[in-house]
């Protein structure tokens, strides 16, 4: 059933909701045509016919960065030391394996499992296209038509970041493993791109995968096309020390300034890490409103550093979370642990409140991805949430108006009860509606890859 068809109008009956401010308790949620259609606070009991979401009930968190396949990964890189480049060997022999069927399993499970977490909507970083050398499969789009389907089945949205990954480093050929990332050139990949439809789960954004990926004199190509649809750009930015070194050597800037004199940067772009900047980076990406997605669970699986979200945030930057690799699912993880590397940083507490870090989870994570209309609670507002226990062994005991301080610094995504998305519940009671046994699709899936 597609995501904008509700079958009936419903109403939930929410125990507590968190409303953007504040934590209200007894609110009443009217939903038709998949959208909310009011609000209702004051009511102590829950009316007659609604739905009851036992705990504190959010907006649907927006994962804004994810590579699905990366969550093959898991427990494998784990193993040992080493650094992102050493990492990225081994996620490139996943890589490899990948066709448009079992990439459709593999997203479908993953996906489900972010259902699971709470979210309800992906931003998927997607450069994996051809076939391996390169060969084009007789659809071009067949990899990223299967992400769309897989979002689709279980449940979820996505925005699809049709990514450019032209090189393999400041203008290098691609080598062999990153021959299916590229399109030859930006011109191409644009032309490709254009093929892709949007659907009522779906929308559509650009990429440029790095400055090391895409030849700076092929950023504005990716860049318009994105302006001209007023779709989402995004891109990894300065993840790697190696890299800025890499861009100076290149160009006699850094990456920040590279993108902002080939006009990547403004309000419908979004920067991926921005781990290692500069004071003048900061500025840049202030003053052009240039959002800023942190990944902090990746950041610190791969030993990058700590980026400085606070001070991109207080120049002018949205901030935003992601999964990213996927070394754990859980955006209430990513939200408190930007917080929690600031504090170890600085020494000090207290840089985001609760509030903060939630609307970081999923108004502008959802308007990062181009959903203007969904992370919040209000009428007219897409009918997406999720609803987190409050009697958990983890979030049992504070008094009901500090829930959100609970589910920011407590909770995880063992602790959602909920999910709905456009109305419908896609995660009742702890259990996946449309993919009965998440565990068992993503065990199957992954080996199905992993060799």
């Given at each position: 059933?597609?995501l904008t068809?509700?079958?009936?109008?419903?109403?939930?009956?929410?125990?507590?909701a968190?409303l953007?401010?504040?934590?209200?308790?007894?609110?009443a949620?009217?939903?038709?045509?998949?959208?909310?259609?009011?609000?209702?606070?004051g009511?102590?009991?829950?009316p007659?016919?609604a739905?009851?979401?036992?705990g504190l009930?959010?907006?649907?968190?927006?994962?804004a960065?994810?590579?699905?396949f990366?969550?093959?990964?898991?427990?494998?890189?784990?193993?040992?030391?080493?650094t992102?480049w050493t990492?990225?060997?081994?996620?490139?022999?996943?890589?490899?394996?990948?066709?448009?069927?079992?990439?459709?399993?593999?997203a479908?499970?993953?996906?489900?499992?972010?259902?699971?977490?709470?979210i309800?909507c992906?931003?998927?970083f997607?450069?994996?296209?051809?076939a391996?050398?390169?060969?084009?499969y007789?659809?071009?789009?067949?990899?990223?038509?299967?992400?769309?389907?897989?979002?689709?089945?279980?449940?979820i949205?996505?925005?699809?970041?049709?990514?450019a990954?032209?090189?393999?480093?400041?203008?290098?050929p691609p080598?062999?493993?990153?021959?299916?990332?590229?399109?030859g050139?930006?011109?191409?990949?644009?032309?490709?791109?254009?093929?892709?439809?949007?659907?009522?789960h779906?929308?559509?954004?650009?990429?440029?995968?790095?400055?090391?990926?895409?030849?700076?004199?092929?950023?504005?190509?990716?860049?318009?096309w994105?302006?001209?649809?007023r779709?989402?750009?995004h891109?990894?930015?300065?993840?790697?020390?190696?890299?800025?070194?890499?861009?100076?050597?290149?160009?006699g800037?850094?990456?920040t300034?590279?993108?902002a004199?080939?006009?990547?940067?403004?309000?419908?772009?979004?920067a991926v890490?921005?781990?290692?900047?500069?004071?003048?980076?900061?500025?840049l990406?202030?003053?052009?409103?240039?959002?800023?997605?942190?990944?902090?669970?990746?950041?610190?699986d791969?030993?990058?550093?700590?980026?400085?979200a606070?001070?991109?945030?207080?120049?002018?930057s949205?901030?935003?979370l992601g999964?990213?690799?996927?070394?754990?699912?859980?955006?209430?993880?990513?939200?408190?642990?930007?917080?929690?590397?600031?504090?170890?940083?600085?020494?000090?507490?207290?840089?985001?409140?609760?509030a903060?870090?939630?609307?970081a989870?999923?108004?502008?994570?959802?308007a990062?991805?181009?959903?203007?209309?969904?992370?919040?609670?209000?009428?007219?507002?897409?009918a997406?949430?999720?609803?987190?226990?409050?009697?958990?062994?983890?979030?049992?005991?504070?008094?009901?108006?500090l829930?959100?301080?609970t589910?920011?610094?407590?909770?995880?995504?063992?602790?959602?009860?909920h999910?709905?998305?456009?109305?419908r519940?896609?995660?009742?009671?702890?259990?996946?509606?449309?993919?009965?046994?998440?565990?068992?699709?993503?065990?199957?899936?992954?080996?199905?890859?992993?060799?």
């Amino acid at each position: 059933m597609p995501l904008t068809t509700q079958a009936t109008p419903t109403t939930y009956w929410l125990e507590h909701a968190w409303l953007g401010t504040h934590v209200e308790p007894g609110v009443a949620l009217d939903t038709a045509d998949g959208r909310i259609t009011a609000v209702r606070t004051g009511v102590d009991t829950p009316p007659p016919g609604a739905t009851v979401l036992r705990g504190l009930t959010l907006p649907g968190l927006a994962n804004a960065h994810s590579h699905a396949f990366h969550r093959a990964l898991r427990g494998t890189v784990q193993v040992g030391s080493g650094t992102f480049w050493t990492w990225r060997e081994i996620m490139y022999s996943v890589a490899d394996r990948l066709t448009p069927d079992t990439y459709y399993a593999l997203a479908r499970a993953v996906y489900a499992e972010m259902a699971l977490a709470g979210i309800t909507c992906v931003g998927e970083f997607h450069y994996l296209h051809h076939a391996p050398g390169g060969t084009r499969y007789d659809d071009p789009n067949a990899m990223g038509e299967a992400l769309v389907s897989a979002a689709e089945d279980a449940g979820i949205r996505i925005t699809l970041l049709d990514t450019a990954y032209l090189s393999a480093g400041f203008g290098a050929p691609p080598d062999a493993h990153q021959l299916r990332f590229s399109d030859g050139t930006a011109e191409r990949w644009a032309e490709r791109a254009d093929a892709l439809k949007e659907r009522a789960h779906a929308r559509l954004g650009a990429a440029i995968h790095s400055v090391r990926a895409v030849p700076a004199d092929q950023l504005g190509t990716v860049a318009d096309w994105a302006r001209e649809r007023r779709a989402p750009l995004h891109v990894h930015l300065s993840e790697q020390t190696a890299e800025n070194d890499a861009c100076r050597a290149a160009h006699g800037c850094t990456p920040t300034r590279l993108l902002a004199d080939h006009g990547a940067l403004g309000r419908h772009t979004t920067a991926v890490h921005a781990t290692h900047l500069t004071s003048e980076d900061i500025e840049l990406l202030g003053d052009s409103r240039t959002g800023v997605c942190m990944c902090p669970t990746t950041e610190r699986d791969l030993a990058d550093g700590i980026g400085p979200a606070a001070r991109v945030q207080g120049r002018g930057s949205p901030l935003s979370l992601g999964s990213d690799s996927h070394a754990v699912i859980d955006l209430l993880e990513e939200a408190r642990a930007m917080e929690l590397d600031e504090r170890l940083r600085t020494r000090t507490r207290g840089h985001w409140t609760a509030a903060a870090l939630l609307r970081a989870a999923t108004a502008d994570g959802h308007a990062a991805l181009g959903w203007d209309d969904a992370g919040t609670l209000e009428a007219g507002a897409l009918a997406d949430l999720t609803t987190i226990a409050l009697d958990s062994v983890r979030t049992a005991g504070p008094v009901p108006r500090l829930a959100a301080e609970t589910a920011v610094f407590a909770a995880s995504a063992a602790d959602v009860r909920h999910t709905v998305v456009a109305g419908r519940q896609i995660v009742r009671d702890g259990a996946h509606t449309l993919v009965p046994d998440v565990p068992t699709a993503l065990a199957e899936s992954i080996a199905a890859v992993r060799g």
